[in-house]
Protein backbone atom coordinates (compact mmCIF):
# COMPACT_ATOMS: atom_id res chain seq x y z
CA UNK A 1 0.00 0.00 0.00
CA UNK A 2 1.77 3.07 -1.01
CA UNK A 3 1.34 6.49 0.73
CA UNK A 4 -1.46 8.63 0.14
CA UNK A 5 0.85 11.66 -0.83
CA UNK A 6 1.88 9.61 -3.95
CA UNK A 7 1.44 11.64 -7.22
CA UNK A 8 -2.12 10.26 -8.07
CA UNK A 9 -3.80 11.24 -4.63
CA UNK A 10 -2.69 14.29 -4.88
CA UNK A 11 -3.17 15.18 -8.38
CA UNK A 12 -7.15 14.12 -7.37
CA UNK A 13 -7.38 16.37 -4.38
CA UNK A 14 -9.13 15.70 -1.45
CA UNK A 15 -12.47 17.27 -2.34
CA UNK A 16 -15.23 15.35 -4.42
CA UNK A 17 -18.49 14.35 -5.52
CA UNK A 18 -20.05 11.07 -4.99
CA UNK A 19 -21.79 9.34 -7.00
CA UNK A 20 -25.33 10.24 -5.81
CA UNK A 21 -24.32 13.99 -5.55
CA UNK A 22 -23.04 14.31 -9.08
CA UNK A 23 -24.19 11.49 -11.33
CA UNK A 24 -27.64 11.37 -10.46
CA UNK A 25 -27.88 15.28 -9.63
CA UNK A 26 -30.12 15.81 -13.26
CA UNK A 27 -30.94 19.04 -14.06
CA UNK A 28 -33.00 19.19 -11.18
CA UNK A 29 -29.86 20.40 -9.27
CA UNK A 30 -30.16 23.81 -11.23
CA UNK A 31 -32.32 24.83 -13.34
CA UNK A 32 -30.43 27.31 -15.41
CA UNK A 33 -29.78 27.46 -18.50
CA UNK A 34 -26.08 27.25 -18.25
CA UNK A 35 -26.13 23.89 -16.13
CA UNK A 36 -28.61 22.19 -18.40
CA UNK A 37 -26.71 22.89 -21.44
CA UNK A 38 -23.32 21.21 -19.76
CA UNK A 39 -25.63 18.79 -18.41
CA UNK A 40 -27.23 17.54 -21.61
CA UNK A 41 -23.25 18.02 -23.23
CA UNK A 42 -22.34 14.69 -23.80
CA UNK A 43 -20.23 13.22 -21.60
CA UNK A 44 -19.47 16.07 -19.25
CA UNK A 45 -18.51 13.62 -16.80
CA UNK A 46 -15.69 12.45 -19.20
CA UNK A 47 -13.92 15.57 -19.91
CA UNK A 48 -11.92 16.48 -16.84
CA UNK A 49 -13.57 13.76 -14.32
CA UNK A 50 -11.98 10.95 -12.98
CA UNK A 51 -12.95 8.20 -10.31
CA UNK A 52 -11.00 7.68 -7.02
CA UNK A 53 -11.33 3.80 -5.76
CA UNK A 54 -13.07 3.64 -2.73
CA UNK A 55 -14.54 -0.21 -3.14
CA UNK A 56 -14.11 -0.46 -7.13
CA UNK A 57 -17.88 -1.79 -7.28
CA UNK A 58 -19.24 0.89 -9.33
CA UNK A 59 -16.78 1.35 -11.66
CA UNK A 60 -16.47 -0.41 -15.17
CA UNK A 61 -12.67 -0.76 -16.02
CA UNK A 62 -13.54 -0.77 -19.62
CA UNK A 63 -16.22 1.94 -19.67
CA UNK A 64 -15.04 4.77 -16.78
CA UNK A 65 -12.37 6.98 -16.64
CA UNK A 66 -10.53 5.79 -13.04
CA UNK A 67 -6.84 6.51 -14.18
CA UNK A 68 -5.76 9.67 -13.07
CA UNK A 69 -2.85 10.14 -14.63
CA UNK A 70 -3.63 8.69 -18.16
CA UNK A 71 -4.70 11.04 -20.93
CA UNK A 72 -8.68 11.04 -20.96
CA UNK A 73 -8.48 9.00 -17.90
CA UNK A 74 -9.55 5.54 -19.76
CA UNK A 75 -8.40 2.01 -20.22
CA UNK A 76 -6.76 1.57 -23.65
CA UNK A 77 -5.83 -1.99 -23.38
CA UNK A 78 -8.87 -4.02 -24.80
CA UNK A 79 -11.10 -6.44 -22.63
CA UNK A 80 -9.50 -9.49 -22.24
CA UNK A 81 -9.90 -12.45 -19.56
CA UNK A 82 -12.35 -10.58 -18.02
CA UNK A 83 -15.93 -9.46 -19.33
CA UNK A 84 -16.43 -6.10 -20.77
CA UNK A 85 -18.57 -4.89 -18.03
CA UNK A 86 -16.44 -6.12 -15.42
CA UNK A 87 -16.08 -3.32 -12.42
CA UNK A 88 -12.70 -2.43 -11.10
CA UNK A 89 -13.49 -4.70 -8.46
CA UNK A 90 -12.27 -7.60 -9.38
CA UNK A 91 -9.29 -6.30 -9.51
CA UNK A 92 -8.58 -6.20 -6.11
CA UNK A 93 -7.83 -8.67 -3.52
CA UNK A 94 -10.71 -7.83 -0.97
CA UNK A 95 -9.24 -9.29 2.07
CA UNK A 96 -6.02 -7.74 1.62
CA UNK A 97 -6.77 -4.30 0.40
CA UNK A 98 -4.45 -4.69 -2.57
CA UNK A 99 -4.31 -5.02 -6.03
CA UNK A 100 -4.33 -8.49 -7.78
CA UNK A 101 -0.94 -8.21 -9.32
CA UNK A 102 -1.40 -11.29 -11.66
CA UNK A 103 -4.77 -10.41 -13.02
CA UNK A 104 -3.51 -7.02 -13.95
CA UNK A 105 -0.32 -8.41 -15.65
CA UNK A 106 -1.75 -10.83 -16.96
CA UNK A 107 -4.88 -8.48 -18.78
CA UNK A 108 -3.15 -5.16 -19.19
CA UNK A 109 -0.41 -3.61 -21.38
CA UNK A 110 2.75 -3.06 -18.94
CA UNK A 111 2.40 1.09 -18.41
CA UNK A 112 -0.90 0.39 -17.60
CA UNK A 113 -0.28 -2.01 -15.13
CA UNK A 114 1.94 -0.12 -13.67
CA UNK A 115 -0.17 3.02 -13.42
CA UNK A 116 -3.03 0.81 -11.63
CA UNK A 117 -0.80 -0.60 -9.50
CA UNK A 118 0.01 3.02 -8.13
CA UNK A 119 -3.50 4.08 -7.50
CA UNK A 120 -3.76 3.60 -3.49
CA UNK A 121 -6.69 0.86 -2.35
CA UNK A 122 -8.30 2.73 0.81
CA UNK A 123 -7.82 0.66 4.10
CA UNK A 124 -11.39 1.00 5.50
CA UNK A 125 -14.72 0.77 3.69
CA UNK A 126 -15.57 3.39 1.01
CA UNK A 127 -17.66 4.14 -1.77
CA UNK A 128 -16.22 4.81 -5.15
CA UNK A 129 -16.38 8.50 -5.81
CA UNK A 130 -16.11 11.01 -9.14
CA UNK A 131 -13.80 13.94 -8.89
CA UNK A 132 -13.52 16.93 -11.31
CA UNK A 133 -9.67 16.35 -11.64
CA UNK A 134 -8.98 20.26 -13.40
CA UNK A 135 -10.18 21.86 -10.68
CA UNK A 136 -7.16 22.41 -8.12
CA UNK A 137 -9.47 21.16 -5.32
CA UNK A 138 -11.34 18.44 -7.21
CA UNK A 139 -14.75 20.40 -7.00
CA UNK A 140 -17.00 20.31 -10.17
CA UNK A 141 -17.26 24.33 -11.39
CA UNK A 142 -19.73 24.99 -13.84
CA UNK A 143 -17.70 27.85 -15.73
CA UNK A 144 -14.84 25.59 -16.12
CA UNK A 145 -16.95 23.17 -17.23
CA UNK A 146 -18.14 25.03 -19.88
CA UNK A 147 -15.17 26.17 -21.40
CA UNK A 148 -13.82 22.50 -21.51
CA UNK A 149 -16.88 21.26 -23.35
CA UNK A 150 -16.39 24.52 -25.76
CA UNK A 151 -12.48 23.46 -26.35
CA UNK A 152 -13.81 19.61 -26.86
CA UNK A 153 -15.91 20.31 -29.37
CA UNK A 154 -13.23 22.68 -31.39
CA UNK A 155 -11.50 19.48 -30.91
CA UNK A 156 -13.91 17.27 -32.38
CA UNK A 157 -15.38 19.63 -35.36
CA UNK A 158 -12.93 17.83 -37.46
CA UNK A 159 -15.12 14.42 -37.10
CA UNK A 160 -18.57 16.51 -37.53
CA UNK A 161 -17.92 15.99 -41.74
CA UNK A 162 -17.56 11.72 -40.75
CA UNK A 163 -20.77 12.40 -38.71
CA UNK A 164 -22.78 13.85 -40.65
CA UNK A 165 -21.69 11.65 -43.91
CA UNK A 166 -22.54 8.52 -41.71
CA UNK A 167 -26.03 10.06 -40.94
CA UNK A 168 -26.43 10.55 -44.31
CA UNK A 169 -26.01 7.69 -45.16
CA UNK A 170 -28.25 6.21 -43.26
CA UNK A 171 -30.96 7.73 -44.51
CA UNK A 172 -29.66 6.90 -48.02
CA UNK A 173 -30.34 2.99 -46.01
CA UNK A 174 -33.91 3.67 -45.45
CA UNK A 175 -34.35 4.97 -48.94
CA UNK A 176 -32.80 1.99 -50.71
CA UNK A 177 -34.39 -0.56 -52.46
CA UNK A 178 -34.41 -3.87 -51.28
CA UNK A 179 -37.01 -6.17 -49.62
CA UNK A 180 -37.22 -4.72 -45.84
CA UNK A 181 -36.21 -7.97 -44.47
CA UNK A 182 -32.66 -7.01 -46.10
CA UNK A 183 -32.45 -3.15 -44.54
CA UNK A 184 -33.66 -4.65 -41.36
CA UNK A 185 -30.74 -6.95 -41.38
CA UNK A 186 -28.42 -4.65 -42.46
CA UNK A 187 -29.06 -2.46 -39.86
CA UNK A 188 -28.48 -5.43 -37.38
CA UNK A 189 -25.62 -6.22 -39.03
CA UNK A 190 -24.44 -3.20 -38.48
CA UNK A 191 -25.04 -2.85 -35.35
CA UNK A 192 -23.40 -5.85 -34.39
CA UNK A 193 -26.51 -7.62 -33.39
CA UNK A 194 -26.62 -10.87 -35.24
CA UNK A 195 -26.01 -13.83 -33.21
CA UNK A 196 -22.63 -14.96 -35.02
CA UNK A 197 -20.48 -17.45 -32.99
CA UNK A 198 -18.19 -14.48 -31.36
CA UNK A 199 -21.30 -12.32 -30.12
CA UNK A 200 -22.78 -15.75 -29.06
CA UNK A 201 -19.47 -16.57 -27.25
CA UNK A 202 -19.02 -13.44 -25.69
CA UNK A 203 -22.14 -13.53 -24.00
CA UNK A 204 -21.12 -16.81 -22.75
CA UNK A 205 -22.95 -19.32 -24.82
CA UNK A 206 -20.74 -22.10 -25.02
CA UNK A 207 -19.39 -22.58 -28.35
CA UNK A 208 -16.33 -22.58 -30.51
CA UNK A 209 -16.11 -18.92 -32.16
CA UNK A 210 -14.65 -19.96 -35.33
CA UNK A 211 -15.96 -20.06 -38.86
CA UNK A 212 -16.78 -22.82 -40.01
CA UNK A 213 -16.69 -22.11 -43.49
CA UNK A 214 -12.29 -21.65 -43.35
CA UNK A 215 -11.99 -22.77 -39.60
CA UNK A 216 -9.32 -19.87 -39.98
CA UNK A 217 -10.73 -16.85 -37.99
CA UNK A 218 -13.05 -16.54 -35.60
CA UNK A 219 -16.94 -15.74 -36.81
CA UNK A 220 -17.61 -12.03 -36.46
CA UNK A 221 -19.56 -9.80 -38.39
CA UNK A 222 -16.26 -8.55 -40.45
CA UNK A 223 -15.19 -11.83 -41.02
CA UNK A 224 -18.60 -13.38 -42.43
CA UNK A 225 -19.20 -10.71 -45.07
CA UNK A 226 -15.68 -9.34 -45.59
CA UNK A 227 -12.35 -11.31 -44.55
CA UNK A 228 -13.45 -14.89 -45.05
CA UNK A 229 -12.17 -16.77 -48.36
CA UNK A 230 -15.79 -17.72 -48.83
CA UNK A 231 -16.78 -13.93 -48.62
CA UNK A 232 -13.26 -12.16 -51.25
CA UNK A 233 -14.72 -14.70 -53.60
CA UNK A 234 -17.99 -13.90 -53.06
CA UNK A 235 -17.63 -10.09 -54.22
CA UNK A 236 -15.00 -10.87 -56.43
CA UNK A 237 -17.74 -12.83 -58.52
CA UNK A 238 -20.51 -10.85 -57.98
CA UNK A 239 -21.39 -8.37 -60.24
CA UNK A 240 -20.59 -5.60 -58.69
CA UNK A 241 -16.98 -7.20 -59.11
CA UNK A 242 -15.54 -6.17 -55.65
CA UNK A 243 -12.49 -6.83 -54.15
CA UNK A 244 -12.34 -7.11 -50.36
CA UNK A 245 -8.59 -7.35 -49.24
CA UNK A 246 -7.65 -4.26 -50.29
CA UNK A 247 -9.67 -2.84 -47.86
CA UNK A 248 -8.24 -4.69 -44.46
CA UNK A 249 -7.83 -1.61 -42.40
CA UNK A 250 -11.88 -0.39 -42.70
CA UNK A 251 -14.69 -0.76 -40.26
CA UNK A 252 -17.35 -2.83 -41.58
CA UNK A 253 -19.80 -0.17 -41.36
CA UNK A 254 -17.25 2.42 -43.27
CA UNK A 255 -16.87 0.00 -45.82
CA UNK A 256 -20.11 -0.65 -46.37
CA UNK A 257 -21.08 2.88 -46.45
CA UNK A 258 -17.92 3.73 -48.57
CA UNK A 259 -19.58 0.72 -51.19
CA UNK A 260 -23.33 2.11 -50.91
CA UNK A 261 -22.39 5.98 -51.52
CA UNK A 262 -20.66 4.70 -54.91
CA UNK A 263 -24.00 3.30 -56.08
CA UNK A 264 -26.83 3.84 -58.40
CA UNK A 265 -30.05 3.56 -56.86
CA UNK A 266 -30.66 -0.34 -58.29
CA UNK A 267 -27.32 -1.63 -57.29
CA UNK A 268 -27.48 -0.56 -53.90
CA UNK A 269 -30.51 -2.60 -53.39
CA UNK A 270 -29.05 -5.52 -54.65
CA UNK A 271 -25.69 -4.90 -52.87
CA UNK A 272 -27.64 -5.11 -49.47
CA UNK A 273 -29.19 -8.34 -50.82
CA UNK A 274 -25.75 -9.70 -51.82
CA UNK A 275 -24.96 -9.25 -47.96
CA UNK A 276 -27.57 -10.95 -47.11
CA UNK A 277 -27.35 -13.60 -49.08
CA UNK A 278 -24.14 -14.44 -47.24
CA UNK A 279 -25.84 -14.69 -44.05
CA UNK A 280 -28.42 -17.10 -45.16
CA UNK A 281 -25.69 -19.21 -46.95
CA UNK A 282 -23.63 -19.20 -43.55
CA UNK A 283 -27.10 -20.43 -42.17
CA UNK A 284 -26.97 -22.94 -44.30
CA UNK A 285 -24.13 -24.50 -43.51
CA UNK A 286 -24.68 -24.09 -39.72
CA UNK A 287 -27.94 -25.29 -39.57
CA UNK A 288 -28.06 -27.59 -42.35
CA UNK A 289 -24.77 -28.21 -42.91
CA UNK A 290 -25.46 -27.49 -46.85
CA UNK A 291 -22.56 -25.62 -48.64
CA UNK A 292 -23.76 -24.23 -52.27
CA UNK A 293 -21.29 -23.20 -54.71
CA UNK A 294 -20.61 -19.34 -54.77
CA UNK A 295 -21.76 -19.28 -57.95
CA UNK A 296 -25.35 -20.54 -56.71
CA UNK A 297 -25.48 -18.28 -54.23
CA UNK A 298 -24.84 -15.14 -56.22
CA UNK A 299 -28.22 -16.56 -58.40
CA UNK A 300 -30.47 -16.32 -55.51
CA UNK A 301 -29.48 -13.34 -54.27
CA UNK A 302 -29.65 -11.69 -57.76
CA UNK A 303 -33.10 -13.86 -58.57
CA UNK A 304 -34.48 -12.75 -55.05
CA UNK A 305 -33.42 -8.77 -55.84
CA UNK A 306 -35.13 -8.83 -59.64
CA UNK A 307 -38.23 -10.39 -58.53
CA UNK A 308 -38.45 -7.34 -55.16
CA UNK A 309 -37.16 -4.89 -57.89
CA UNK A 310 -40.12 -5.78 -60.83
CA UNK A 311 -43.03 -6.04 -58.25
CA UNK A 312 -41.96 -2.40 -57.06
CA UNK A 313 -41.73 -0.73 -59.91
CA UNK A 314 -45.18 -2.82 -60.88
CA UNK A 315 -46.62 -0.70 -57.72
CA UNK A 316 -45.24 2.79 -58.37
ZN1 LIG B 1 -14.23 -17.95 -42.64
Known amino acids: ?5 SLAARTIGSRYFNRRNFL ?10 TWRSIW ?22 WKDPWLPKQNGSRIWSPPKILDPNATVETLIREEEKAWNTDLINQIFAPFEARQIQEIPIPRSEQTDTFIWKKA ?23 NNYEEQREDNTWK ?12 NFIWRLLHKSLPTKKNLSRKGARCIPTCMRCWEGE ?21 LNL ?9 LRKWFLDILEKLQLKEKGFF ?4 HQLWKARNQLVFEDKELPIIEEIETATRVFEEYWKAQKKEE
Not at 1 to 5: A, D, I, K, L, W
Not at 172 to 182: D, I, N
Not at 243 to 251: A, I, K, S
Open 219 to 239: ETEEHLIRQCDFARRFWFASP
Open 272 to 275: CTLI
Open 136 to 158: RDGMFRVKLAYHQIKAQNRHQSS
Open 243 to 251: RTEQEEGLT
Open 40 to 61: QAKGVVEIGGCWRIGDGKTIKI
Open 1 to 5: MRSPE
Open 24 to 33: NAGVRFSPSF
Open 172 to 183: ELWKTKAHPRTL
